[in-house]
Each structure stands twice: as structure tokens, then as C-alpha cells.
Nanobody
Framework: QVQLVESGGGLVQPGGSLRLSCAAS????????MGWYRQPPGKQRELVAT???????NYADSVKGRFTISRDNAKNTVYLQMNSLKPEDTAVYYC??????????????WGQGTQVTVSS
């Protein structure tokens, strides 16, 4: 019943900005970690950025200094602010969330994916 709903994808010119949002529903608990992954055409899915419930962040080297991940724990929503976009950022972006429950059991959820295209 947990669902991740993404929004904000689209077409943007090189050098432009875009903000992705991912809202989780179906749970009253705050996710231990949320993040963004992307899958360029013909390539494997890769980490973009993650953020814990405490605000600790991790970024892929390719996006450091350009992308910023943030979250609203009360809303179980994660954001990805993407600046200085490059054509190589073109990919399907996926929202991810992890919820650790009793006994250390981890439940992982994925969004449906949203297309980000950077092109002139």
C-alpha cells in the first residue's frame, strides 16, 4: 500500500534547472532513507543522491555541486534540485525509499520513474 509518487520531470535546455519531487503515501512512519537513482538510455541504474531521516546526504561524483537532495520528514517527501543540467543527465529518474521496521527488516520502495531530458 506504500506508494511513491513522482513529479517534476520534463524537457530542459542545457544549463537549466529542474526540481523533482517524490511524495510517499500509505505509511505514517518517516522513511529511514530516501533517494534518487537514474537510468540513462541503454545503461544501468545508478545512484544520484540519498538522504537519511537525520539529514545526512550522499551524492554521486557526477552531480556533486550541481544537484541538491532534501526531504520533508513530516510529509515523507524527497526533492532533487538539479542545476546546471547537462545532456548526460538525461535519464529516467527513480525515487527510492527505505523503511526499517522491527527486527531490522528493511522494506524498499520505488517510484514509477520520471523522464528527464536535457537537450537544446
Amino acid at each position: 500500500q506504500v506508494q511513491l509518487v513522482e513529479s517534476g520531470g520534463g524537457l530542459v535546455q542545457p544549463g537549466g534547472s529542474l526540481r523533482l519531487s517524490c511524495a510517499a503515501s500509505g505509511t505514517i512512519f518517516s522513511f529511514n532513507a530516501m533517494g534518487w537513482y537514474r537510468q540513462p538510455p541503454g545503461k544501468q541504474r545508478e545512484l544520484v543522491a540519498t538522504i537519511t531521516s537525520g539529514g545526512s546526504t550522499n551524492y554521486a561524483d557526477s552531480v556533486k555541486g550541481r544537484f541538491t537532495i532534501s526531504r520533508d520528514n513530516a510529509k515523507n517527501t524527497v526533492y532533487l534540485q538539479m542545476n546546471s543540467l547537462k545532456p548526460e543527465d538525461t535519464a529516467v529518474y527513480y525515487c527510492n525509499a527505505v523503511l526499517v521496521v522491527f527486527g531490522g527488516l528493511a522494506n524498499e520502495y520505488w517510484g514509477q520513474g520520471t523522464q528527464v531530458t536535457v537537450s537544446s
